[in-house]
Nanobody, 129 residues
Framework: VQLQASGGGLVQAGGSLRLSCAAS????????MGWFRQAPGKEREFVAV????????YYADSVKGRFTISRDNAKNAVYLQMNSLKPEDTAVYYC???????????????????????WGQGTLVTVSS
């Protein structure tokens, strides 16, 4: 699976952005997909995940209620709608596909980067105060 993230940019606090991740490969619909982010000088952190079928999602506490992950398997794409953005949301955002197909039907704990075997190149989101 090859991934290409896009949609980042500069936005004022309180604004919105929608990130997109385009995937290649006929098996995209078999993979759980996630978004992670990495701010300067910090470790990569989990943001949101959606299972292979699209009916189970999980969010980091820091974005819950503000961000929404979704996917369109017909278009081989996953999205991250980000509302009420805060300066602390500033980071490079990465989309990722899980290492194995059909790995989880539901998420009860946040996944970690090692759960994902395929990564996009990242897109920068900058939120100004």
């Amino acid at each position: 699976v090859q991934l290409q993230a896009s949609g980042g940019g500069l936005v004022q606090a309180g604004g919105s952005l929608r990130l997109s991740c385009a995937a290649s490969g006929r098996t995209f619909s078999s993979y759980g997909m996630g978004w992670f982010r990495q701010a300067p000088g910090k470790e990569r952190e989990f943001v949101a995940v959606i299972n292979w079928a699209g009916y189970s999602t999980y969010y980091a506490d820091s974005v819950k209620g503000r961000f929404t992950i979704s996917r369109d398997n017909a278009k081989n794409a996953v999205y991250l709608q980000m509302n009420s953005l805060k300066p602390e949301d500033t980071a490079v955002y990465y989309c990722a596909a899980e290492r194995t197909i059909y790995s989880r039907n539901a998420y009860y704990t946040p996944p970690v980067p090692d759960d994902f075997g395929y990564w996009g190149q990242g897109t920068l989101v900058t939120v100004s105060s």
